[in-house]
């Protein structure tokens, strides 16, 4: 090696790591991350400028596993080798389990690269155990880190509260704290920070103490776009083709292509409505949907069921028998012969999804000639940024989708451009070699020390989660005063790390999306949505799957339905605002019974419901273990933050329960205040004098809320 070249360390410790037949999927530990970093290891090592890269992990003596794993060195590539290192107990441990020995771990590692002829010119870490080792590294032996977290800690948890895992079991079988203890301190000692996206800086890696964007570089991962090409004449010979013929009227036409999982977040159904209400879309394009993979409906989740009957219910409503195909399953081959046939077709691909960290489907239709439409949110935005073949859409407004479809397919000149510079691009963006080009960039003035971090002022927060929220109504609440809204988004952006901010909403989650964007509202960590019946965490909107079983208990929505059809000043809403657990009503106080009324002939045919009247005219039937006030609880467990560090704010009925008790609650001033007038007498609850955010405000500076929360 000589002086000139660079010598790079890359550590990613745990997992099963090996040059041929990589174990991917064969346990949670060996996925993605075991692909990239020998993917890197070897794209690294073809670059005349790197004399050396060694790409260290675990050293594993288990008869368990492979022998291979046994082997301290394993040539990658000529420059290139993994490296195993002894962590004391060389078992194989799941990376929950390996805190214990990440010391013993550092220790040998610093043994091994006081052995070679010169020390690395950088480290680069993978995921948290080994930025704990990397930073032990780079502290002892003066070595610049580099930092990739993959997945974070605190991301996590937030998954995992949602799917219905307790805190304290988090803790025992994750061991969270330490994770994120060492993710901060690796933040802390890293020079820099690469990810995928500019989503994964300003929303991710913002939760975090020593957050300092700075110091990060969004470098998009190497794909290997070889398998996806443009069209080569014989795409309308497949079998892929014949599974979607069944279902078109006039299959020759230009295809729009969604892939996608069932998902509510792939916002499919908002896809159909955009072209069910675009009678120029239908004229000129068929929709093309598939949308994971099923074989018999009725044995899929009760959630997912609902998702799928929504698509199918959508295509029935605007008539699409003809022109919409969605087989029930696809392979993974078909999926790229499926892209050429789009772009042989003339078509487009979409995503149309409510939030999307990277976006790779976009990348493989790009490089293979299909131009694409897609959210403007996440990995999107720097996709087409640096594609430039297509189209961002705002996911939640179907005449915008509509239109920019319209708008790639309606002129061929300009359809071949958007193909052919898409095809272009991703070599340029995408590859492994370009992400290498990059990545040198990134680390050369790191090396040569002509840039160095000036760091920001940044300290530990007293607890590692959060310590307080503040949970807000939309309608009336935080709408209606543009200038207090966002004096009071403000404050609360300042706060974040300490504070987690809540929306709790009688509106769809589509809806409540819609209004928090043009209202330039930041997503909240919390989404109650429909009444208190959905609760959505974190960026990703990962719905809370045990709060939906949770709330099941005793609900018959087809039977309260059938109940009140027959009873005066009661109209069903709009499907729109109804919900899987919330039925939703206009109500017409001089024909309709009395409120109390109803609640008695629901209980009478032994319906055990929440029944809530808001604004003066709606009426909402939920579960009986369904409210705002419910969610709230249920995520105060969930987030270990007490009810008395809750700051609940409210101006209608609807808001009620969410109010009482131990949370110290705000009514602020608007018209429909009197709703909650008999709170006064009952609780010590703050009544602003001041509308809509402000008196919000006024209510976080009459409980000193900020310092009660420190």
């Known amino acids: 090696m000589k002086n000139s070249q660079k010598?790079?360390?890359?550590?990613?410790?745990?997992?099963?790591?090996?040059?041929?037949?990589?174990?991917?999927?064969?346990?949670?530990?060996?996925?993605?991350?075991?692909?990239?970093?020998l993917e890197l290891a070897e794209a690294l090592a073809s670059r005349e400028e790197i004399g050396k890269v060694d790409l260290m992990t675990k050293l594993l003596i288990d008869s368990q596993v492979s022998s291979d794993y046994s082997q301290t060195v394993e040539p990658i590539k000529e420059k290139a080798q993994i490296i195993r290192i002894s962590a004391g107990n060389d078992d194989y441990i799941p990376k929950e389990e390996l805190w214990d020995y990440l010391d013993n771990f550092a220790d040998n590692a610093i043994e091994y690269l006081k052995s070679q002829e010169r020390l690395p010119d950088v480290i680069h870490t993978h995921y948290a155990d080994a930025g704990y080792v990397g930073v032990r590294l780079s502290h002892q032996l003066g070595i610049p880190l580099i930092h990739t977290g993959h997945s974070l800690g605190r991301s996590k948890r937030k998954r995992l509260l949602a799917s219905g895992v307790k805190k304290d079991v988090i803790e025992q079988r994750y061991n969270m704290i330490r994770r994120i203890n060492a993710e901060e301190e690796t933040l802390s000692s890293a020079q820099r920070v690469i990810t995928s996206t500019s989503q994964e800086i300003n929303e991710q890696y913002a939760q975090y103490d020593y957050?300092?964007?700075?110091?990060?570089?969004?470098?998009?991962?190497?794909?290997?776009?070889?398998?996806?090409?443009?069209?080569?004449?014989?795409?309308?010979?497949?079998?892929?083709?014949?599974?979607?013929d069944r279902f078109l009227t006039d299959p020759d036409k230009p295809i729009i292509l969604a892939l996608s999982r069932l998902d509510q977040r792939k916002n499919i159904q908002t896809l159909i409505e955009a072209f069910g209400q675009n009678s120029q879309l239908q004229e000129e394009a068929n929709l093309v949907i598939f949308a994971g993979t099923?074989?018999?409906?009725?044995?899929?989740?009760?959630?997912?069921?609902?998702?799928?009957?929504?698509?199918?219910?959508?295509?029935?409503?605007?008539?699409?028998?003809?022109?919409?195909?969605?087989?029930?399953?696809?392979?993974?081959?078909?999926?790229?012969?499926?892209?050429?046939?789009?772009?042989?077709?003339?078509?487009?691909?979409?995503?149309?999804?409510?939030?999307?960290?990277?976006?790779?489907?976009?990348?493989?239709?790009?490089?293979?000639?299909?131009?694409?439409?897609?959210?403007?949110?996440?990995?999107?935005?720097?996709?087409?940024?640096?594609?430039?073949?297509g189209?961002?859409?705002?996911?939640?407004?179907?005449?915008?989708?509509?239109?920019?479809?319209?708008?790639?397919?309606?002129?061929?000149?300009?359809?071949?451009?958007?193909?052919?510079?898409?095809?272009?691009?991703?070599?340029?963006?995408?590859?492994?070699?370009?992400?290498?080009?990059?990545?040198?960039?990134?680390?050369?003035?790191?090396?040569?020390?002509?840039?160095?971090?000036?760091?920001?002022?940044?300290?530990?927060?007293?607890?590692?989660?959060?310590?307080?929220?503040?949970?807000?109504?939309?309608?009336?609440?935080?709408?209606?005063?543009?200038?207090?809204?966002?004096?009071?988004?403000?404050?609360?952006?300042?706060?974040?790390?300490?504070?987690?901010?809540?929306?709790?909403t009688g509106r769809r989650l589509d809806s409540a999306l819609k209004v928090l964007r043009e209202q330039d509202i930041p997503q909240p960590d919390v989404l109650i949505t429909s009444m208190g019946t959905e609760i959505y965490y974190s960026q990703d909107l990962i719905r809370d799957t045990a709060w939906t079983n949770h709330i099941n208990y005793l609900w018959n929505r087809q039977g309260i339905v059938t109940l009140l059809s027959e009873l005066p000043g009661l109209t069903l809403q709009p499907k729109a605002q109804q919900s899987i657990y919330k039925i939703s009503y206009f109500y017409d106080p001089s024909i309709a019974l009395r409120i109390e009324d109803i609640k008695s002939i629901l209980h009478q045919n032994e319906q055990t419901v929440n029944v809530i009247f808001s604004f003066g005219q709606f009426l909402d039937i939920i579960p009986i273990r369904a409210s705002k006030g419910y969610a709230v609880r249920?995520?105060?467990?969930?987030?270990?933050?007490?009810?008395?560090?809750?700051?609940?704010?409210?101006?209608?009925?609807?808001?009620?329960?969410?109010?009482?008790?131990?949370?110290?609650?705000?009514?602020v001033a608007n018209r429909h205040q009197e709703e909650l007038s008999n709170l006064s007498e009952v609780e010590p609850i703050y009544f602003a004098d001041r509308q809509f955010a402000a008196g919000i405000i006024d209510g976080l500076n009459h409980y000193d809320f900020f310092s009660l929360c420190e």
């Open 294 to 389: 099923r074989d018999d409906v009725k044995d899929m989740d009760s959630g997912l069921q609902e998702i799928f009957t929504d698509l199918l219910l959508t295509i029935d409503r605007y008539d699409l028998y003809g022109k919409v195909a969605y087989p029930k399953t696809i392979t993974l081959e078909d999926i790229q012969i499926m892209y050429r046939l789009a772009a042989l077709s003339g078509g487009v691909f979409v995503n149309p999804a409510l939030t999307e960290p990277f976006g790779l489907t976009l990348i493989e239709a790009a490089a293979s000639g299909l131009p694409i439409v897609a959210t403007k949110d996440g990995g999107p935005i720097d996709i087409i940024k640096n594609c430039q073949n």
């Open 391 to 504: 189209y961002l859409i705002d996911p939640l407004d179907p005449q915008d989708i509509g239109d920019k479809i319209l708008k790639v397919l309606g002129e061929q000149q300009k359809w071949r451009t958007l193909a052919q510079t898409g095809i272009t691009k991703v070599k340029e963006y995408y590859t492994w070699a370009s992400h290498v080009e990059t990545y040198l960039k990134v680390l050369q003035p790191i090396i040569d020390k002509s840039e160095p971090l000036v760091r920001m002022s940044s300290q530990r927060r007293p607890s590692v989660y959060h310590n307080g929220a503040i949970v807000s109504s939309i309608d009336q609440n935080l709408l209606g005063d543009r200038e207090s809204l966002q004096e009071l988004m403000n404050i609360i952006q300042e706060k974040r790390k300490n504070i987690s901010f809540c929306i709790a």
């Open 634 to 667: 249920w995520f105060s467990t969930q987030w270990d933050i007490p009810l008395n560090r809750i700051l609940t704010a409210g101006g209608s009925g609807g808001d009620e329960d969410m109010m009482l008790g131990n949370t110290l609650s705000v009514v």
């Open 211 to 244: 957050y300092e964007p700075q110091q990060m570089r969004v470098i998009p991962p190497g794909t290997d776009v070889e398998k996806f090409y443009p069209p080569e004449g014989n795409e309308w010979d497949s079998n892929v083709f014949k599974t979607i």
């Open 7 to 37: 010598y790079i360390l890359l550590i990613s410790i745990h997992g099963l790591i090996r040059v041929k037949d990589l174990e991917l999927g064969k346990d949670a530990d060996t996925g993605g991350q075991t692909k990239y970093v």
